[in-house]
T-cell receptor
Framework: GAVVSQHPSWVICKSGTSVKIECRSLDFQATTMFWYRQFPKQSLMLMAT?????????EQGVEKDKFLINHASLTLSTLTVTSAHPEDSSFYICSARDPEGATNEKLFFGSGTQLSVL | AQTVTQSQPEMSVQEAETVTLSCTYD???????LFWYKQPPSRQMILVIRQEAYKQQNATENRFSVNFQKAAKSFSLKISDSQLGDTAMYFC??????????FGTGTSLTVIP
């Protein structure tokens, strides 16, 4: 089945620094990827939809200048948390659909990134 | 707007017994997909089962089956012969063609040995 790789799996940073999270589709081309945020024992909250070659679509309440998304190729989307603060500490998950797959309505998830901002 | 509701925040079941997790949704769409995802302590999201709304037959995957009631907009998950490895958060999710996923709030399931 389709594989989505997310890196790093965890990161600790100082307040005020920027952190980049990568999401790669390893065996398919993902024109669209999704970025979620998950707080402990809560559901996945969609932050933005990442479109290859165009600007990301952000959900209401998500600061696009804080969470920069770049989808420069069909297999890579990146989320950069700029000037991170402790309240940005969370679990971030990316996902993608394989548009050419037999079950293209399925979402394939990365393994997630735990961000801790000190 | 699409909404997905899971009314059971926590559930427990004895090993080898059967448990049913509830999910209801609200949509005006006619063609859509419903899913149950499992998130174990590793936090990797794992697809458990998928149901196409145009299919009347309930989906089954080994010990996992669903009871899909389209008119009632209900989509429950039944886990038979529960195993310790089934302990996880379970999320019901909804998607209509070409659009994003909507997740429920989740049910934390604990299988008791």
């Amino acid at each position: 089945g389709a594989v989505v790789s997310q890196h790093p799996s965890w990161v600790i940073c100082k307040s005020g620094t920027s952190v980049k999270i990568e999401c790669r589709s390893l065996d398919f081309q993902a024109t669209t990827m999704f970025w979620y945020r998950q707080f402990p024992k809560q559901s996945l909250m969609l932050m933005a939809t990442s479109n290859e070659g165009s600007k990301a679509t952000y959900e209401q309440g998500v600061e696009k200048d804080k969470f920069l998304i770049n989808h420069a190729s069909l297999t890579l989307s990146t989320l950069t948390v700029t000037s991170a603060h402790p309240e940005d500490s969370s679990f971030y998950i990316c996902s993608a659909r394989d548009p050419e797959g037999a079950t293209n309505e399925k979402l394939f998830f990365g393994s997630g990134t735990q961000l801790s901002v000190l | 707007a699409q909404t997905v509701t899971q009314s059971q925040p926590e559930m427990s079941v004895q090993e080898a017994e059967t448990v049913t997790l509830s999910c209801t949704y609200d949509t005006s769409e006619n063609n859509y997909y419903l899913f149950w995802y499992k998130q174990p302590p590793s936090r990797q999201m794992i697809l458990v089962i998928r149901q196409e709304a145009y299919k009347q037959q309930n989906a089954t995957e080994n010990r996992f089956s669903v009871n899909f009631q389209k008119a009632a907009k209900s989509f429950s998950l039944k886990i038979s012969d529960s195993q310790l490895g089934d302990t996880a958060m379970y999320f019901c999710a909804f998607m209509f063609t070409g659009n994003q996923f909507y997740f429920g709030t989740g049910t934390s399931l604990t299988v008791i040995p």
